[in-house]
């Protein structure tokens, strides 16, 4: 079910976000939702991010969970056909099944488990992802980065990392998919101070992972049970553990594996809508408005694709799209 690769949803609900600081350390669980891409017989995913008093956790501004064990199966076609992005990174994971993905900067590769994907949108960029029809299901995390304001516009480009690099400890082992983690640095690109890692628990483990204070945290179980900061984390909600703090008591007694996505909190205001993350209605009102039209400038075809394959973008919501502010915890 690749299709968490992108927000599907043919009646999204605009999301903007106020900045908003970190309160330091805390401990809150955000369920997740099943959210259905693609109309009423498309495929689900597990939402976690964005939420309604947390819309990121530093940069990071989404994170679907695609082809999670509880989530509804339908029959809907798993492939996803040409769309665009502006404003935002990419950022596909796989634990199972393998993707073709082809976009309009003319990159077309797969990706398995254990690579990343990571896709720059800057100004716009149009993609496909399409299921390698010999590979099992797919299953895995897809996540958006925003871009900060001074990078939101550069060209769009595309990368894929193959050898990531890996921080072990007794009983551990975490795989940084971005940023930086306890001295272990991933070669993806980035544009704002954070990091996002794999991380994997060995059964009977107790360890202590080193953080850095300025960043917030959030962590999301993905198999078997993790005791993080003395809360019991099973796959579903999102463990969110505000700012402050400079290590993270970890434990397990039959073995685990989560995500872990933190940054410095983001001090901008978004404005996300279907496919974009800008800072003005105006100016995703102008990026729609140049996809429907097909221009080709701002989001060029793609390879193998016909015009007619092109996703079109859903009617604007009525009214100008307002901010909405980070409750403070607590609330």
């Not at 221009?295 to 060029?300: A, L, P, S």
Request: one cysteine or more; proline letters at 11%.
């Amino acid at each position: 079910m690749w299709s968490a690769v992108s927000d599907l949803d043919p009646h999204p609900t605009e999301t903007l976000c106020e900045p908003g600081i970190g309160p330091g350390p805390l401990i809150r669980l955000y369920p997740a939702r099943e959210v259905p891409l693609g109309g009423v017989r498309g495929t689900y995913v597990e939402r976690t991010l964005p939420q309604r008093d947390l819309p990121t956790v530093g940069a990071w501004c989404f994170l679907d969970y695609f082809g999670a064990p509880t989530v509804t199966v339908t029959d809907a076609p798993p492939d996803i056909d040409p769309h665009p992005h502006i404003g935002l990174q990419t950022v596909t994971w796989p634990f199972e099944g393998m993707i073709r993905h082809r976009d309009s900067v003319r990159s077309d590769v797969r990706i398995e488990p254990g690579q990343l994907n990571l896709m720059t949108s800057g100004r716009g960029i149009a993609h496909s992802e399409y299921t390698v029809p010999e590979a099992p299901a797919g299953r895995g995390l897809q996540l958006w980065v925003a871009l900060p304001e001074g990078h939101r516009d550069i060209a769009p480009h595309f990368e894929q990392h193959r050898d990531l690099p890996v921080r072990t400890a007794p009983g551990l082992r975490a795989t940084v998919l971005l940023g930086s983690l306890a001295g272990v640095t991933s070669p993806a690109t980035i544009y704002t101070t954070l990091v996002g890692a794999d991380i994997e628990i060995d059964p009977a483990t107790a360890s202590t992972l080193p953080l850095e204070p300025e960043f917030e945290y959030a962590l999301l179980a993905i198999e078997g049970t993790v005791t993080a900061a003395g809360c019991e984390l099973t796959p579903g909600p999102l463990l969110y553990l505000g700012t402050g703090r400079e290590s993270l008591d970890l434990s397990s007694d039959s073995g685990g594996r989560f995500a872990l996505i933190g940054g410095e909190p983001l001090a901008e205001q978004l404005v996300m809508w279907w496919n974009f993350v800008a800072r003005e209605h105006a100016e995703i009102v102008a990026a729609r408005a140049d996809w429907e039209s097909h221009n080709t400038e701002r989001f060029g075809d793609i390879a193998g694709h016909t015009p007619d394959q092109r996703i079109p973008a859903p009617p604007l919501p009525g009214g100008q799209l307002r901010p909405r502010a980070r409750r403070p915890h607590g609330s």
